[in-house]
């Protein structure tokens, strides 16, 4: 399998940033990372090696980049106005440099969808939602789409404009929905086991209802547990049926 790396110093945030990219054709698939882990996690936790058939056979091209989820919602020692500012940055580093640096490696062409688990399933749906026109999709596993379950009670605006339950039920903009509507891969997986949490994949599904989004909502067993196993089964699962 074709393995790429390469790091550039992003404006967005002000630090280097490393990418890791596997395969060689098919639509690009980004993964954000869990919690606050690191652009080779996915590598390491050996969902890159599940996914190998399918990139392999050039059915899709996977990219990993960094979370900064410890500088942000994750780091107790930064006031909660200032977290909000962060992950804001974040966004801006995937929407104005990750997606070009996608588009470069690929095609403008290349249809590309966020993929995440646990807090990555958070940012990979809220990207998706904030930027429909240049992500197509996304597949969210074992997440919660309520941010205020990390803001740890603190409210405002960069909350509210970052947590998909909240912000969308108020979307009207016939523009970004009819971008959202057209997507045909909103994926929203979850296990009903330990650590797992399924009435917030419910409630995410509920607000696209309302809205007249179109989306794929499975919810796994009791024996499904929030760890890496699942997400190694799940996402291999998605790709090869959903795809």
Known sequence: MQKETTSWHSPALDKTMPIASY????????????AAADYLEYERFQLIEALAPYIKAGKLRVFSIDSINNESWMN?????????????????????????????????DTMIYTCGASFGALHAMNLFLKRPDIINGAISMSGVY?????????????????SPVHYLPSLTDQWYLGKIKASQHIHIY?????????????????????????????????DINHDWPTWRTMLPYIIDVKF
């Open 23 to 34: 395969g060689h054709y098919g639509f690009a698939l980004l993964l954000i990372p869990t």
């Open 76 to 108: 107790n020692e930064m006031r909660p106005e200032h977290k909000g500012i962060r992950h804001n940055q974040f966004n801006e580093y995937v929407f104005e440099e990750v997606i070009p640096f996608i588009r470069n490696a690929t095609s403008n």
């Open 146 to 162: 309520d941010l205020t379950e990390y803001s740890k009670g603190f409210w405002d605006e960069q909350v509210y404009y970052n």
């Open 190 to 222: 979850t296990g009903s086991g330990s650590y797992e949490d399924p009435d917030g994949s419910r409630r995410l599904a509920g607000v696209l209802h309302e809205k007249g989004i179109s989306y794929d909502l499975d919810i796994w067993g009791d």
